[in-house]
């Protein structure tokens, strides 16, 4: 994988969260703002796998290419992998209940907008 | 202890008498300024005792009871707080057991006990008029507060023996002269304490028939007249003290109150009464700005 | 293993009762709590294997391994004796809010349990991404309890909660990436392996991320409105478990965050409190004013990172938040779900502790934190003392006015939650007090003089024990109230003997709460109650703040002495604060008023000659100022007396009239001013309890205050009009009775001095007095006896005899001033730095510069004259005849029928006719305008909560921008 590459994942991902971040607080509409906070939470994902890994290494799965005495030379760093399972995991549970709460909370309201949903304030 | 009792006795006796004939007297001028003949010199000695031999009698309650006595006794203690003549030892009387301020506090011993006693009569003419009396002589007291204090702090002292004494290098050296505003200011109050008209809201029987002693009738009121007459002299005493050198002798004493107490009788014949609310202003603003200049005087 | 289970444990219950709680709900609740018990039984295990409740060993800590190797290369728990203790009481709220949470849906109960789960976790978490993972579940599990409630607005809230959080999970993540590809770490301590520009990033997201988790003002907009419009029930568990977690991990990461300068965190707190609390000041929902409060806390959190290390860091922290998380807990746990305005219908009495508690009173323990906390400030810098001051000040008044709604109705089963916390309450308060006893001294070496110190001990001694047996004779409506009497009586009998700034702090500040309750405990003490503890508040701050400034002894000169000038000046109720006192004395039960005005007044003395003794140079910082207030307060407060028309108002301002002649002599700064000042100090207290225990008595018996509908009473009460006859003449300064002798020093020392101004408007003052003086005895005792009092019966024994004994004492001390002066002068005058001369004792005989004074026989004079004048009466006649009341002269005018003409309303008609043209100053009216200025700018500050959800992301997005930039150091 090129250097080029490499960075252009970084930005990709950089890019996905600044986008993600821009609809969060510009939409109006509840589910579009759900829709934004779940780009900006693949883009952190994204960084997430990015930052474990390592140029010119393996995927850290243990089979013929590469000995076991050599792995920790030979393979990216698979905690990060680890971590971003959980963390898209909790980032669908956390998705899932942001859209169910905005459903029913513009059920009650009778409207998506999240402007309206400011009787609680100051 | 005896002498003192004795002393005490001849002195209210003496001021009684003497009051009664300035108030016959009063009586007198002003129904020659009114154009009148006017009663005999002695009416008030038979008013007085007509009304002490009077058979029956009412009372109200115990303050009703008491206040008569309060009055008496307030009047005669006041005029036992002051010298009366200089350098005479034999009538000192409590003179010095006590300074100007005991004196001026003292004051009120007997006008409340009369207040009281116009209260428990429960009848509102007397408190309204117990009203406008405290009304009226909270006001003059300020007037009355910053001649004290131009005296005081003047002369250094509150003892009315010094003051007195200060007094006695020649006519100048009084402080009528000393201190002309705080002493026209102590004058103006005089009317006030006096009940004399413009002030005499007290007693305005116009609207309220004669005030605090409505209720009250025969030997109370006799009390009330004597306490009266007594406490009248000791004012004007203690006015001759503060202002006017003081008396030398009895002969002086009394020439010197009886001038004193011309002023409220022909002030008081000739104008008509305030408002209360207009006599309050009037003794809040006019004698306290006087006074205040010999206030000033003093503080520089 | 007990690590484990104090964390699995209620996972495991949580997954039974999704099974059972559908099948058995009442099963699944008492199962529930027997995985809650057991859990909490594992972290009591552990804390006593830590040695944690010495509070002294907090880093201790026991490691849970879950993988195979030792840190760094698998994650672990890490039960540290802070963490543990927060972990108890995360547990006990969790079983104590069981029932409120799940009495309308038991399918919340697996949540419930998960939370507490979750919290632990996070408590014990030793790495970032474990954090991660626990913040996250919390996270959700709020959302869903938010929405499982049955309020009107939680689809509001959790779409704000989920929001929120769906930013900081973004944030937070961004910083692990961060972290995780500079220092390939991930525990706590990687934090402090970066440097350059990661370090500042790290710290940006991570600082965002926490201020927005604990709620710190800016970034607390969410928070507020989650706890206003979540389920009180929720509300109270999240503030135990949830939100206590998050506090407590921040707290662990804040000192490790790689920023160069940490104190910028104690200004970004400090400021937060002042903008948050001013903000805070205009909610008028409960829930939304223990949002913040919860912002204050936050933003202490800050401050404390920000400013200490160590050992003393995870001590403050635990006991604030721990202590803080109980009280809320306690306060949402009384909150009634059914009604809009939750916090109203809850108990009141049991409301108080919890509220007490936050607002930091002495000795409740989140006192002793505050303390040091601000003794730890005044060192780093006044200014953010003073914020901090201001801070917590005003959060106590929005949390004393959430008290003082009066809220009165029990909730159905709802006394054992506030019971056990208040136990825990009562437990820490204890517990830190005993821990921080040796700081206490009860030398008595405030004040130098004995004799002075025994006179004050005297009064407020005899004061409390004279006030106490009329405390039992409550009218209608009236609490009882005689504990908290004695209990603040109790504290200022100590008064005099405190050693040092912490313990007078101590005893005056529960001497003032303790007073604040039995005021709130009277019939009509609504309008009393709020303005009296405002101003307790006011002057128990001040007293701090002069207290850590001056380390510790309060009585420095320069701005620590003016700060307890002012509370002093508070404490007495002088003009302007004569809002509190003539509020509170009125709207008091009658023989609390006596009390307060006649016994517990005298502390403000007592402080005003401790701290002008303390300065050296005996003057106040402007005795002139002093004194000036002094005479104005004695001046107005006197025609104010005079133009009121309600018994215990009157005497209320006559109270306030007659401490501003102490003020003037204090302010004298010589001993003939002292001498005014003690003697009147004394004489006050005799006849002013006089006063209001007769006033108790006639309102015991007639019920009512007001003039109009008294009168006569001398024919009822005949002992009581006796007694208050004797302190009326004796306040009023007519000789022959002690109130003279006041006044007489009072105005020798004046003309010493030249205050001549002030003298005359004192002297003028005093004769005022005679206007409320002879009106008060007027309308209540003279005039005609109406027919509704007509039966009325003699003040009751409880009342009379303190009377009696005082007005006996009264005299003694008319007759022969001399026995007091004899040890008052001498002391006086070995006290350092008074000028002047003092007054000579020769016999009865009291000799000035000026004059001189012999009571005894001006009082022998007096009698004498008087039974001559009596004798001679009896003698000289008949007997005259009783008749009634309605039997007088109307000078020919015959009212229509016989009937009562009592007149006393609008006594002094002329007066205030004459006073028409003074412009009406009312103290309300200004201290109302004050607080419209609070308002406004509560209202400029909280408009930045507009609501809209995207407006908090936006705030904290800003914050972070900000942040970066100031850590960068420009752009």
């Not at chain 3, 953010?384 to 201001?390: F, H, I, N, P």
């Not at chain 3, 002599?665 to 001013?673: F, Q």
Request: net charge positive; with cysteine; hydrophobic share 55%.
């Amino acid at each position: 994988m090129s250097t080029a590459f490499y960075w252009s994942i970084a930005g990709t991902a950089a890019g996905l969260v600044l986008v993600g971040l821009w609809g969060i607080l510009t939409r109006k509409h509840i589910l579009r703002i759900a829709l934004a906070f779940t780009l900006a939470d693949t883009g952190v994902n994204l960084l997430l796998v990015w930052s474990g890994y390592l140029p010119g290494r393996t995927a850290p799965i243990v089979d013929g290419t590469i000995s076991a005495s050599g792995i920790t030379s030979a393979v990216v760093d698979p905690l990060p992998q680890a971590m971003v399972l959980t963390s898209i995991v909790i980032g669908v549970a956390v998705a899932a209940l942001f859209v169910v709460v905005g459903v029913l909370a513009s059920r009650r309201t009778g409207s998506a907008d999240v402007r309206r949903m400011k009787e609680l304030r100051w | 202890m005896i002498s003192l009792v004795m002393s005490i006795t001849f002195t209210a006796l003496a001021a009684l008498v003497w009051g009664l004939l300035l108030g016959g007297i009063s009586r007198m001028v002003t129904a020659r300024i009114h154009g009148r003949i006017g009663p005999r010199l002695t009416q008030n000695f038979i008013d007085l005792w007509k009304l002490f031999r009077k058979k029956s009698s009412i009372h109200h309650g115990t303050m009703f009871w008491l206040a008569p006595m309060f009055r008496v006794a307030g009047a005669i203690g006041v005029l036992v707080l002051v010298p009366l003549v200089v350098g005479n030892t034999v009538i000192v009387n409590m003179s010095f057991s006590g300074d100007l301020l005991l004196v001026v506090y003292f004051m009120f011993f007997g006008c409340l006990g009369m207040a009281l006693g116009a209260g428990d009569s429960g009848h509102p003419y007397a408190v309204i008029a117990v009203s406008r009396g405290l009304a009226q002589m909270s006001s003059y007291e300020l007037s009355f507060s910053a001649v004290v204090l131009v005296l005081a702090a003047g002369l250094r002292t509150l003892s009315i023996e010094e003051i007195i004494m200060a007094q006695q290098d020649g006519i100048l050296s009084w402080n009528l002269f000393r201190y002309p505003f705080a002493t026209a200011a102590a004058l103006i109050t005089l009317l006030p304490m006096q009940m004399a008209y413009p002030f005499s809201i007290v007693l305005a029987p116009q609207e309220i028939p004669i005030g605090p002693p409505t209720e009250y009738s025969s030997r109370f009121l006799s009390f009330m007249f004597s306490g009266r007459a007594i406490f009248g002299v000791a004012k004007l005493v203690l006015f001759v003290n503060l202002f006017f050198g003081g008396a030398s002798s009895w002969i002086s004493l009394l020439f010197k109150t009886f001038l004193l107490y011309m002023f409220p009788i022909f002030v008081s014949t000739v104008f008509p009464r305030f408002r209360t609310e207009q006599s309050i202003r009037f003794l809040w603003f006019v004698p306290t700005s006087l006074a205040a200049i010999d206030l000033l005087r003093v503080m520089i | 293993m007990v690590v484990a289970l104090a964390v699995f444990l209620p996972l495991l219950g949580a997954f039974i009762s999704v099974w059972l709680s559908r099948r058995k709900p009442r099963l699944s609740v008492i199962v529930s709590r027997l995985f809650l018990a057991g859990g909490l039984h594992s972290t009591i295990v552990l804390s006593i294997k830590l040695n944690a409740w010495s509070f002294s060993d907090l880093g201790n800590s026991i490691i849970l391994r879950t993988g195979v190797g030792a840190p760094p290369l698998s994650i672990n728990l890490e039960a540290t004796g802070g963490a543990v203790i927060a972990a108890i009481v995360v547990y006990v709220a969790a079983i104590l809010g069981i029932s409120r949470l799940t009495s309308r849906n038991v399918k919340t109960l697996p949540l419930l349990l998960s939370l507490v789960t979750a919290s632990l976790g996070l408590l014990f978490a030793t790495d970032l991404f474990n954090s991660f993972v626990f913040l996250e579940i919390g996270s959700i599990i709020t959302i869903g309890l938010t929405a499982a409630c049955r309020c009107r607005r939680r689809w509001e809230v959790a779409v704000k909660v989920a929001l929120v959080s769906g930013l900081v999970t973004i944030l937070y993540l961004l910083a692990i990436v961060v972290i995780y590809k500079t220092t390939g770490e991930l525990r706590f301590e990687a934090l402090g392996m970066l440097h350059g520009f990661p370090a500042l990033l790290v710290s940006g997201l991570m600082l965002t991320v926490i201020m927005t988790e604990i709620k710190a003002f800016p970034l607390s907009g969410w928070g507020l409105d989650f706890y206003e419009g979540a389920s009180p029930g929720f509300a109270g568990v999240y503030s135990a478990t949830w939100s206590l977690a998050v506090l407590m991990w921040s707290a662990g990461i804040l000192p490790r965050l790689p920023i160069p300068n940490l104190q910028i965190l104690a200004w970004i707190g400090a400021g937060g409190l002042v903008l948050g609390q001013f903000a805070g000041f205009r909610a008028t929902s409960p829930g939304r004013m223990m949002g913040y409060s919860s912002a204050a806390y936050a933003s202490i959190l800050l401050i404390l990172a920000g400013t200490t290390t160590g050992h003393d860091y995870l001590q403050l922290t635990l006991v604030l938040m721990i202590f803080a998380a109980i009280a809320k807990f306690t306060v949402f746990m009384l909150a009634d779900p059914e009604n809009e305005n939750p916090l109203k219908s809850a108990a009141g009495n049991l409301l108080l502790l919890p509220i007490l508690v936050i607002a930091g009173i002495p000795p409740l323990p989140v006192f002793w934190a505050k303390f040091k906390l601000l003794s730890i400030l005044a060192g780093v810098s006044p200014l953010m003392l003073a914020a901090v001051v201001l801070g917590l000040f005003l959060e106590a008044v929005y949390l004393l006015r959430l008290w003082s709604k009066r809220p009165v109705r029990f909730l159905k089963n709802g006394r054992l939650v506030p019971a056990v916390t208040s136990l825990l309450m009562a437990a820490g308060a204890i517990w830190l007090t005993a821990g921080f006893w040796r700081s206490l001294s009860f030398s008595g070496s405030l004040l130098s003089s004995s004799t002075l110190r025994i006179l004050f001990m005297t009064v407020f001694g005899a004061g409390t024990l004279l006030t106490l047996p009329g405390a039992w004779n409550r009218i209608k409506g009236e609490r009882s109230y005689w504990f908290w009497m004695l209990l603040s009586g109790i504290s200022l009998t100590f008064l005099p003997m405190a050693g040092n700034g912490i313990t007078f702090y101590i005893l005056w500040e529960v001497s003032a709460f303790a007073a604040v309750i039995a005021v709130s405990r009277g019939s009509r003490a609504a309008a009393g109650t709020f303005w009296f503890a405002v101003f307790a508040a006011a002057s128990g701050f001040l007293l701090l703040a002069s207290i850590v400034l001056s380390r510790s002894m309060f009585i420095a000169p320069g701005i620590p002495l003016i700060l307890v000038a002012i509370a002093a000046l508070f404490k007495l109720g002088q003009m302007g604060a004569h809002l509190w006192s003539v509020r509170a004395y009125s709207a008091a039960p009658a023989t609390m008023s006596a009390f307060m005005a006649g016994t517990s007044s005298k502390a403000a003395v007592f402080l005003l000659v401790v701290a002008a003794l303390g300065t050296g140079a005996v003057a106040m910082p402007a005795g002139s100022v002093l004194a000036w207030a002094g005479v104005l307060t004695a001046l107005s407060m006197a025609v104010m007396a005079a133009l009121s028309s309600d018994y215990k108002k009157v005497l209320a301002y006559a109270s306030v009239s007659q401490m501003g002649y102490i003020l003037i002599g204090l302010g004298l700064a010589s001993v003939m001013g002292w001498t005014a000042a003690i003697y009147h100090t004394f004489h006050h207290f005799l006849f002013k309890m006089i006063l209001f225990l007769g006033a108790a008595g006639v309102i015991f018996r007639t019920g009512t205050s007001d003039y109009n509908r008294l009168g006569g009473l001398i024919r009822r009460m005949p002992l009581t009009f006796t007694f208050t006859l004797i302190s009326v003449i004796a306040f009023a300064g007519v000789p022959p009775l002690a109130g003279f002798g006041g006044k007489w020093f009072l105005y020798n020392g004046l003309i010493e001095t030249g205050w001549l101004p002030i003298a005359l408007i004192a002297m003028f003052a005093s004769v005022v007095a005679f206007l409320y003086a002879f009106r008060l005895l007027h309308a209540v005792f003279l005039g005609q006896l109406s027919t509704v009092n007509a039966r009325v019966k003699e003040a009751p024994l409880a009342l009379l005899v303190p009377q009696g004994i005082l007005t006996a004492a009264l005299m003694l001390f008319s007759f022969r001033p001399t026995l007091f002066l004899e040890h008052i002068v001498p002391a006086i005058e070995s006290l350092p730095g008074l000028k002047g001369v003092a007054p000579v004792i020769n016999g009865t005989i009291v000799t000035t510069p000026l004059g001189n004074w012999n009571a005894w026989a001006v009082g022998m004079m007096v009698m004498g004259l008087f039974g001559f004048a009596f004798v001679f009466y009896w003698l000289s006649g008949k007997r005259p005849k009783h008749v009634g009341q309605l039997d007088i002269g109307f000078a020919g005018e015959l009212p229509p029928s016989a009937e009562e003409v009592h007149y006393a309303g609008n006594f002094f008609k002329p007066y205030r006719r004459a006073l028409a043209f003074l412009p009406r100053i009312h103290a309300g009216k200004v201290f109302s305008g004050i607080t419209e200025v609070f308002k406004i700018a509560g209202d400029s500050v909280r408009a930045i909560f507009t609501g809209d959800a995207r407006t908090y992301l936006a705030h904290s997005l800003i914050f972070l921008v900000i942040v970066l930039i100031y850590l960068r150091g420009g752009i």
